[in-house]
């Protein structure tokens, strides 16, 4: 496997809803929603995964908007 494909690199549905708290049925929702951002999953044997560098990626966007947002108020 190379770095980029190794297990802990890749994140399943599950994982994200727990590290949001929410449910699998919000991930997919932010998934299928074009104006929230978060990052598209591609497909292994019919299962989503998401690059943990692209989650964090956008993790990271959305806290430089939210105190974007704090400072301009």
């Known amino acids: 496997m190379t ?23 919000t991930v997919a929702n932010w998934v299928n ?3 929230v951002g978060y990052p598209q999953p591609f497909k292994v044997n019919g299962r989503n995964y998401w690059r943990r560098a692209e989650i964090e990626a956008w993790e990271a966007s959305q806290a430089g908007q939210i105190s974007g947002e704090a400072t301009a108020a």
């Open 3 to 25: 770095p980029a494909t190794e297990p802990r690199d890749l994140m399943r549905t599950r994982e994200l809803a727990d590290r949001y708290s929410v449910s699998v049925n």
């Open 33 to 35: 929603n074009p104006s």
